[in-house]
């Protein structure tokens, strides 16, 4: 009897830490139905854009620096790609430029803004490589994309306990 309870406790236990581990996961897929739907309102619940621009344009700026580190005037140059680059981050850090990002990029990483009516589809294929925890409320994921290359995103969990999209890093528009 006490053998029966104590499977039962620990079956308890796993599916718990299962849950809880897979919570961003879930968020994650969530994400991208509302990103494939092109529903501009769930992607906003799903996203921390403010945080998702600021990191964004970090990981950038540390890109630019390293390219132009050994080139003719490149402090130069780097502040004048870093300044560009983010205006180009402002238009894709909300909801649609999101949206564009994900589904109307092509392999050259040229992105399609034109506005779509509802019902187009929406290529987001990526197939999870890694996903692990980097502190109790931030967690990463590494994505392959075929024809684009790996994406990296980063969920941070809010003070309301909801995970959502704060980083991305990656191939296509993200790295040049």
Request: glycine share 8%.
């Amino acid at each position: 009897m006490r053998i029966g309870i104590a499977v039962v406790v620990l079956l308890a236990i796993l599916v718990a830490a299962g849950a809880y581990w897979a919570r961003p996961l879930i968020a994650l897929g969530q994400l991208k139905s509302a990103i494939q739907a092109r529903d501009e309102a769930a992607v906003a619940r799903r996203v921390d854009f403010d945080k998702l621009e600021n990191n964004v344009v970090h990981h950038l700026d540390q890109r630019i620096e390293q390219k132009n580190q050994d080139k003719f005037l490149g402090k130069l140059r780097g502040e004048i790609e870093s300044f560009v680059t983010g205006f180009v981050v402002e238009d894709l850090a909300t909801p649609s430029g999101l949206i564009h990002l994900s589904c109307d990029t092509d392999a050259q990483g040229n992105i399609d803004r034109s506005p779509k009516p509802p019902g187009t589809p929406c290529e987001f294929d990526a197939d999870i490589q890694s996903a692990s925890y980097e502190s109790r409320t931030r967690f990463n994921v590494v994505a392959h994309r075929p024809k684009r290359g790996e994406i990296g995103m980063v969920m941070e969990q809010g003070a309301d306990r909801q995970w959502r999209l704060v980083g991305l890093t990656g191939s296509g528009p993200l790295s040049e």
